[in-house]
């Protein structure tokens, strides 16, 4: 019996009985100056689903992953990652306003991409497939790594030149094969799936597994079953992947009853890698160099536009712009007031956070998602300390 289908974002087009499809045949089309339209959306039997549950929990995972068991997963704990109340860390419960922080640092490889990667590595697991590729700045190409080495598969990783050493430790370490791209993350991209179309190896690349989002989508099961209400979530975003999974999630949980509402969900971008947000409103795609400190979201072609902007769009949701300064002036006050320590795209969420509150009405439930460990991206973040001893010897 058919527990999922696909449907084209673009076209509208359903896939029934289909067990795995990349993107829709019809409307797909990879180019290196536009985001590819026909990504694919998963839809469930929701009204059947909703019949059966009355609370999220485990069986409700389940019904609502295109997974045949739950024990296909990786045996390290991915997901269920601490929510923590940093309201008065940051001074801010005079304005009837309570701040949250997801903190997705706690995922076995240290970033949200290990939800994804879960997801991936599960649904090749149960199809037999034991070689998985992806592109990567880094974050999803250690954490690909990672799961792979906990699942016995074999993980191949396309990064770019100037992707950090840290992360391309971890890969290394995780007995990945790892691919140097004299280029950006956007011919990684583009490499990782000729190889793919060549070898048969299965693609984990965001903004073309549809698996990628479903992953992701686990963060908003999760903030629904640990906080009666949300008013706003602060999400960074580079390919737009993480953002509409939280959307998805949200989705999901309505249509089966378990949500009444979605919350506002806030895409926040670096000015200097503002692609997505420039073009929500644009009939042409037109992108800008990326030149921003914060490099897992610095991406020139967002992968996933499409699907993003009918989200942001379709629930008139904000957008936020915050400059590489805010970014790392964040990462330090969240480390030196809460103790957490996130990498500059991961604290450009808290970054967000503050630039919309300068603007709007901040009061009720926020929160910001923390997407990676500062330990991923060292290097930039002892740069900003020693500017800042500059700046006081000066």
Same mark, same amino acid.
């Given at each position: 019996?058919?527990k999922?289908?696909?449907?084209?974002?673009n076209?509208g087009?359903?896939?029934?009985?289909?067990?795995?499809?990349?993107?829709?045949?019809?409307?797909?089309?990879?180019?290196?100056?536009?985001?590819?339209?026909?990504y694919?959306?998963m839809?469930?039997?929701?009204?059947?689903?909703?019949?059966k549950?009355?609370?999220?929990?485990?069986?409700?995972?389940?019904?609502?992953?295109?997974?045949k068991?739950?024990?296909s997963?990786?045996?390290?704990?991915?997901?269920?990652?601490?929510?923590?109340?940093?309201?008065?860390?940051?001074?801010?419960?005079?304005?009837?306003c309570r701040l949250?922080?997801?903190?997705?640092?706690?995922?076995?490889?240290?970033s949200?991409?290990?939800?994804a990667?879960a997801?991936v590595s599960?649904?090749a697991?149960?199809?037999?497939?034991?070689?998985i590729?992806?592109?990567?700045?880094?974050?999803?190409?250690s954490?690909?790594?990672g799961i792979?080495?906990?699942q016995?598969?074999?993980?191949?990783?396309?990064?770019?030149?100037?992707a950090?050493e840290a992360?391309?430790?971890q890969?290394?370490?995780?007995g990945?094969?790892l691919i140097r791209?004299?280029?950006?993350?956007?011919?990684?991209?583009?490499?990782?799936?000729?190889y793919?179309?060549?070898?048969?190896?299965?693609?984990?690349?965001t903004?073309?597994?549809?698996l990628?989002?479903?992953g992701k989508?686990?963060a908003?099961f999760?903030?629904v079953?640990e906080?009666?209400?949300?008013?706003?979530?602060?999400?960074?975003v580079?390919?737009?992947?993480i953002?509409?999974?939280?959307?998805?999630?949200f989705?999901?949980?309505?249509k089966c009853?378990?949500a009444?509402?979605?919350?506002?969900?806030?895409?926040?971008?670096?000015i200097?890698?503002?692609?997505?947000?420039?073009?929500?409103?644009? #009939?042409q795609? %037109?992108?800008?160099? =990326?030149t $921003? /400190?914060?490099? !897992?979201? +610095?991406?020139?072609?967002?992968?996933?536009?499409?699907?993003?902007? #009918?989200?942001? %769009?379709?629930?008139n =949701?904000? $957008? /936020?712009?915050? !400059?590489? +300064?805010?970014?790392?002036?964040?990462?330090?006050?969240l480390?030196?007031?809460?103790?957490?320590f996130?990498?500059?795209a991961?604290a450009s969420?808290?970054?967000?956070?503050?630039?919309y509150?300068?603007?709007?009405?901040n009061?009720?439930?926020?929160?910001?998602l923390?997407?990676?460990?500062?330990?991923?991206?060292i290097k930039?973040?002892?740069?900003y300390?020693n500017?800042?001893?500059?700046?006081?010897?000066?």
């Amino acid at each position: 019996m058919e527990k999922y289908f696909f449907r084209c974002i673009n076209c509208g087009k359903s896939f029934h009985d289909v067990n795995f499809m990349y993107t829709c045949p019809e409307c797909y089309e990879s180019r290196f100056d536009q985001p590819p339209k026909g990504y694919l959306k998963m839809e469930y039997k929701y009204s059947e689903i909703s019949e059966k549950h009355s609370c999220i929990d485990k069986e409700l995972l389940l019904d609502l992953l295109p997974l045949k068991s739950l024990a296909s997963l990786p045996t390290l704990n991915v997901g269920n990652t601490p929510l923590y109340d940093i309201t008065h860390n940051l001074s801010l419960s005079d304005n009837n306003c309570r701040l949250y922080a997801k903190d997705d640092s706690q995922n076995p490889t240290f970033s949200y991409k290990d939800r994804a990667s879960a997801l991936v590595s599960a649904f090749a697991k149960e199809q037999g497939i034991d070689s998985i590729v992806a592109a990567s700045t880094g974050n999803a190409g250690s954490s690909i790594a990672g799961i792979c080495a906990n699942q016995n598969q074999k993980a191949i990783v396309f990064v770019p030149a100037s992707a950090p050493e840290a992360k391309l430790t971890q890969i290394n370490l995780y007995g990945a094969e790892l691919i140097r791209v004299n280029g950006t993350y956007d011919q990684a991209f583009d490499e990782s799936l000729r190889y793919s179309e060549k070898t048969g190896c299965f693609n984990r690349n965001t903004g073309y597994n549809p698996l990628t989002v479903e992953g992701k989508k686990t963060a908003a099961f999760e903030l629904v079953a640990e906080l009666e209400s949300i008013d706003r979530i602060f999400v960074p975003v580079g390919d737009g992947v993480i953002i509409s999974g939280v959307f998805k999630g949200f989705e999901d949980l309505i249509k089966c009853g378990m949500a009444k509402k979605i919350p506002e969900i806030i895409a926040v971008q670096s000015i200097q890698s503002s692609n997505l947000v420039n073009n929500l409103s644009s #009939d042409q795609f %037109n992108s800008e160099e =990326c030149t $921003t /400190v914060a490099d !897992s979201i +610095s991406v020139a072609i967002p992968r996933n536009f499409y699907m993003a902007r #009918d989200y942001i %769009n379709r629930y008139n =949701c904000r $957008t /936020v712009l915050v !400059s590489d +300064s805010e970014i790392l002036d964040a990462s330090a006050e969240l480390c030196r007031k809460t103790g957490l320590f996130s990498e500059p795209a991961g604290a450009s969420s808290y970054a967000g956070f503050k630039r919309y509150c300068e603007l709007y009405d901040n009061s009720g439930v926020n929160v910001i998602l923390l997407t990676g460990s500062g330990l991923k991206d060292i290097k930039t973040m002892q740069r900003y300390l020693n500017q800042q001893k500059e700046g006081i010897n000066e």
